[in-house]
């Protein structure tokens, strides 16, 4: 894992610096699912602070193993309204809001324990009918909504691109991403994080603004 590790880094810190960014930056969110508490263990031990989980019961068991570890946690996958109460206590960022039952349920869940929630707006930019998200002519809907509840803070937005053979091809649905954050941000200034680029595309990711990557697969190794 460290050398494993130690590679992400550095393409990292190359496609940053390619494009004139500080690579500091980037947060890197080791993509921990499937994968046992130990492996997370030794991920903390090589330096990572910040893992990501997309299953409610598997992030609550993991996190109950590592309560001794300043972990920061984050939500990455699909959202079941009754798993909220699950990942809600645990969790400091959630990377995939799309509906407003799940903003509704987050803020409900929220006030109860007075916990303010960083929360990514998903938005589907490829247009693919599998994938989650906000389509570009809701966004602003969405947001306005978003921002009338108290207890979470909208941070940025987050997409995940089509799985191909060349990042290259996705490119634009990164660049895309970044301008719909820019042209937001002129009236919403909190909206400044860009949650895109996983295993098989972070560079092109970072190259395109990315604020947070969610790497899994090339930090831990193949899943089974």
Do not use: C
């Not at 610096?17 to 690579?23: H, L």
């Not at 940025?156 to 970044?178: K, Q, S």
Request: proline share 3%; charged share 35%; net charge positive.
């Amino acid at each position: 894992m460290k050398d494993r590790l130690e590679r992400v880094l550095k393409r990292i810190e190359s496609a940053a610096r390619k494009v004139g960014r500080d690579p500091k930056e980037i947060t890197l969110v080791a993509v921990s699912k499937t994968f046992p508490a130990s492996a997370v263990r030794e991920g903390f031990s090589l330096g990572l602070r910040n893992f990501g989980e997309n299953r409610a019961q598997e992030l609550r068991e993991k996190a109950q193993h590592l309560q001794d570890l300043d972990i920061t946690w984050h939500f990455i996958g699909r959202i079941q309204t009754n798993k909220v109460k699950y990942f809600l206590p645990i969790v400091e960022y959630v990377h995939s809001v799309w509906r407003e039952e799940e903003l509704q349920e987050i803020e409900k869940r929220a006030s109860k324990i007075k916990k303010t929630l960083k929360v990514f707006i998903e938005m589907n930019i490829s247009g693919e009918e599998s994938k989650a998200g906000i389509r570009e002519n809701e966004i602003r809907i969405f947001l306005e909504k978003a921002l009338q509840y108290e207890h979470i803070e909208v941070v940025g937005l987050m997409t995940m691109a089509p799985l191909v053979g060349n990042p290259e091809d996705v490119r634009w649905v990164f660049r895309r991403l970044r301008e719909i954050r820019d042209k937001l941000s002129k009236e919403y200034p909190s909206l400044k994080e860009l949650s895109m680029g996983m295993s098989n595309d972070f560079e092109v990711a970072v190259e395109e603004g990315a604020t947070f990557v969610r790497i899994g697969t090339a930090i831990f190794g193949p899943r089974k």
